[in-house]
């Protein structure tokens, strides 16, 4: 989600520089909701619990940032947030076992 980062920084460069507090505080939102997408993707394979957490952490944040902010695109970011942890979820239960027995 580099778009995400991208457009976060220009909000909050942007909410800074015409004193919107209200964007300012959303794109911080933003970048902090791009970063833990990234290091969400990076435990989807090993660890999807650890992706479910933090996946659901960004539809949190990017939902309730995008319902009272003037930046709207965050409530696309938490949909799509919850689309990866409907996919974390699947991959969790797809997972094989370890059955506790050493070769």
Do not use: W
């Not at 220009?10 to 800074?16: E, K, L, P, Y």
């Not at 970063?35 to 660890?47: D, P, Q, S």
């Not at 695109?73 to 919850?82: E, K, M, N, R, S």
């Amino acid at each position: 989600m580099v778009l995400a980062l991208v457009q976060s920084c220009a909000v909050g460069v942007g909410g800074s520089i015409f004193e919107e507090e209200n964007l300012a505080t959303a794109g911080a939102v933003g970048l902090l909701s791009g970063v833990l997408f990234g290091v969400g993707g990076a435990f989807a394979f090993k660890l999807p619990k650890v992706s479910i957490g933090i996946f659901a952490t960004v539809t949190l944040l990017s939902l309730v940032a995008g319902l009272t902010t003037e930046y709207k695109d965050l409530i696309f970011y938490g949909i799509v947030a919850v689309i990866l942890v409907v996919l974390s979820v699947v991959a969790h239960r797809r997972t094989p076992r370890e059955s506790g027995k050493s070769p």
